[in-house]
């Protein structure tokens, strides 16, 4: 079966520019969950998507957004980037359905940097 | 709000030491808990997880256990290979059960 893949794998934005980042999940896999990971601030939660809405939300400005296609595909997007944007940002997913306990499947990362 | 707290990297082993990488949380409830592996370039690997009080996950001769009253997981490895070189985050869920919340991670460097 195939992983959970990324694209692209790496971008370069100046600062002001808008960015989306593509992830399509392990098949069957429903939930899709995005995070950031800074040297700085390590990892971190940005949100969380399940059939095609929003279930959970980090503690991020409003420029960060994202969405999931009804084939459970999601994308996430920064508006307005600011150098502080630079990181990987990871995609996870999952079946979505058993909670507590059930394990995320990481992507291998977009590496996005503002200059 | 939860929060997880590792030791600080990086750790340097020989070949064959004994590895424990200390992991506590703070948490509301009953979090699950998970030990993720990164390998340089890569994404993360689930290595072990733990579900309840007193679980242990097993994963590739790593061990921890879920410790409820010191609130602990600790990661351990009888013998360190140089193949197990990379950055080890310890994570908890949170009560929705699909974001995580890590540690800042440790950093491994086994050498021969």
Known sequence: KAGVTQTPRYLIKTRGQQVTLSCSPISGHRSVSWYQQTPGQGLQFLFEYFSETQRNKGNFPGRFSGRQFSNSRSEMNVSTLELGDSALYLCASNGGMSGLGETQYFGPGTRLLVL | ?112
């Not at chain 2, 340097?12 to 506590?24: Q, V």
């Not at chain 2, 948490?27 to 689930?46: H, I, K, M, R």
Request: glycine share 10%; with cysteine.
């Open chain 2, 1 to 112: 709000g939860d929060s997880v707290t590792q030791m600080e990297g990086p750790v340097t082993l020989s070949e064959e030491a004994f590895l424990t990488i200390n992991c506590t949380y703070t948490a509301t409830g009953y979090p699950s808990l998970f030990w993720y592996v990164q390998y340089p370039g890569e994404g993360l690997q689930l290595l072990l997880k733990a579900t309840k009080a007193d679980d242990k996950g097993s994963n590739k001769g790593f061990e921890a256990t879920y410790r409820k009253e010191t609130t602990s997981f600790h990661l351990e490895k009888g013998s360190v290979q140089v193949s197990d070189s990379a950055v080890y985050f310890c994570a908890l869920s949170d009560m929705t059960g699909y974001a995580l919340n890590f540690g800042k991670g440790t950093s491994l460097l086994v050498t021969p």
